[in-house]
């Protein structure tokens, strides 16, 4: 079991605005979830992401509501309360450091880039599932790879439960995080055989799309200069 990380040990110059504008779009459209009720199946189909739909096959006549909305809808689409409240302490921990880090709006377009890359490695590897894929996971993994390049000498503040024990402890990021991929590396690789590529579950190849196309992408998005002074962007 991966620890629960709780903070970290940057200290911001400017608020996380963005940050916290994604967490609210994703708890308000998780309200519109519930309110559905009955309807709430139909609308999961409409706008998760199903892979099966990218097959050329399908794609062709597909309308773009169909197609490339989804992709997007589907990031902030959750299956539950702990999924959504675990994406979002996920989201707050490392989240606000890589916005202060590029400023808001940027971080907003790496975010949404990085749900697009998780998004496209998951319909690459399990193609012929037409299960929906639904969450913010993929984008937040973007944001580790980035916090992983970008803070290399922070530290994590996790709350650690082994058995009857609950603790707090500060872990190295690069530990902390490339614990958390391998994690998903492993679950992705034995989902391949246990499912075939048909069946639902969790997302690990989002994840592990997501996580590598933010330590990529994060090279594109240059800090902003009063970081300049003592960071080492190299």
Known sequence: MVPIPLTDHIRRRTFWAFTLLLIVANVWVFIIELSLGPHLNRFILLNGLIPARYSPGHLVGLPLRLTVAPIFISMFLHGGWLHLLGNMLFLWVFGRNIEDLIGGGRFLAFY???????????VLANPYSRVPTIGASGAIAGVMGAYLIRFPRSQID?????????????????FYLLFWFGMQFLNGYESIGDRSYTGGGVAWFAHIGGFIAGMLLIKLFPSRQRWRHWYDES
């Open 112 to 122: 949404l880039l990085s749900g697009l890359a998780a998004a496209v490695v998951q």
């Open 158 to 174: 996790t709350l650690a439960i082994l058995f009857i024990f609950v603790t707090r402890i500060a872990i190295p990021a690069p």
